[in-house]
C-alpha cells in the first residue's frame, strides 16, 4: 500500500460544480499536511495548508480526519481556471514529505 | 518572489552518459531536494540536503548522487544514464515546510 494515495481522475466537471477530492495517508504520526496544485507542464505550487478544525480559502475548503487518515479538498464554484493537477503532502515524523499521486481535474464550459 | 532556476528544461541523452542536472535558489533556503516525477508515480524523493556538503538519501537514490557544495547550488549526477532514468526532475528548496519547485527538467534517455 502507498503512504499517501489519490485518486487519479481525471474528475472532468461543468463549471460551477461543486467537486471533492479525498487523499488517504497510511502513517497514523504523520503531523502536517498540504494541498499543491500542479499545471500542465509547469511545477506544483503551494495551494494551501490542511489544520485539524479545517480552513477555508475563498472556494477552497481543505479538512483533515485523523480518525480515517484522509485529508479532502473541496472546490466550489469551478472555474475553468481550475484545471490540474491536485498533489497532497504528507509530513511525517522526521519531517519527511511524501507526495501523493495527484487528482487531475478538468473543469469544461 | 522565492526563485529556483533550473540547467535545463529539456535534455537528451544517451545510455551510459554522466549527466549533471543543476538546480540554484536565491532565497537562502537550507533545504534543497530533487524528485522525480513519473506518471502514476508522482513525485518521489531522490535526495535531499539540509546543509552545504550534507546529503541525505530519499527514497529512490539508486543511480543517482548529489553534490552541494555552495547553499544556493544543488547538483543531481547520474553517474551513468540509463532509459528508465527518463523523467521529469524536479528541483525544490524550502526553510519552512513550503517547498518552492524549479521548472523542472525533462530527461530522455535514449
Known amino acids: 500500500r502507498k503512504e499517501v494515495e489519490q485518486d487519479p481522475g481525471p474528475f472532468n466537471v461543468p463549471e460551477g460544480a461543486t467537486v471533492a477530492f479525498n487523499c488517504t495517508y497510511s502513517?497514523?504520526?504523520?503531523?502536517?499536511f498540504f494541498w499543491y496544485r500542479q499545471d500542465c507542464r509547469k511545477e506544483p505550487k503551494l495551494l494551501m495548508s490542511?489544520?485539524?478544525s479545517g480552513n477555508e480559502d475563498g472556494r477552497f475548503t481543505a479538512q483533515l480526519n485523523r480518525a480515517s487518515q484522509y485529508i479532502s479538498l473541496l472546490i466550489r464554484d469551478s472555474k475553468l481556471s481550475d484545471s490540474a493537477t491536485y498533489l497532497c503532502v504528507v509530513i511525517s515524523a522526521g519531517n519527511m514529505l511524501t507526495f501523493g499521486g495527484g487528482t487531475r481535474l478538468m473543469v469544461k464550459p | 518572489d522565492v526563485k529556483v532556476t533550473q540547467s535545463s528544461r529539456y535534455l537528451v541523452k544517451r545510455t551510459g552518459e554522466k549527466v549533471f542536472l543543476e538546480c540554484v535558489q536565491d532565497?537562502?533556503?537550507?533545504?534543497m531536494f530533487w524528485y522525480r516525477q513519473d506518471p502514476g508515480l508522482g513525485l518521489r524523493l531522490i535526495y535531499f540536503?539540509?546543509?552545504?556538503?550534507?546529503?541525505e538519501k530519499g527514497d529512490i537514490p539508486e543511480g543517482y548522487s548529489v553534490s552541494r557544495e555552495k547553499k544556493e547550488r544543488f547538483s543531481l549526477i547520474l553517474e551513468s544514464a540509463s532509459t528508465n532514468q527518463t523523467s521529469m526532475y524536479l528541483c525544490a528548496s524550502t526553510d519552512t515546510y513550503e517547498q518552492y519547485f524549479g521548472p523542472g527538467t525533462r530527461l530522455t534517455v535514449t
Open positions: 532565497m537562502d533556503h537550507e533545504n
Open positions: 540536503s539540509y546543509d552545504v556538503k550534507m546529503k
Open positions: 490542511v489544520y485539524s
Open positions: 502513517n497514523s504520526a504523520s503531523q502536517s
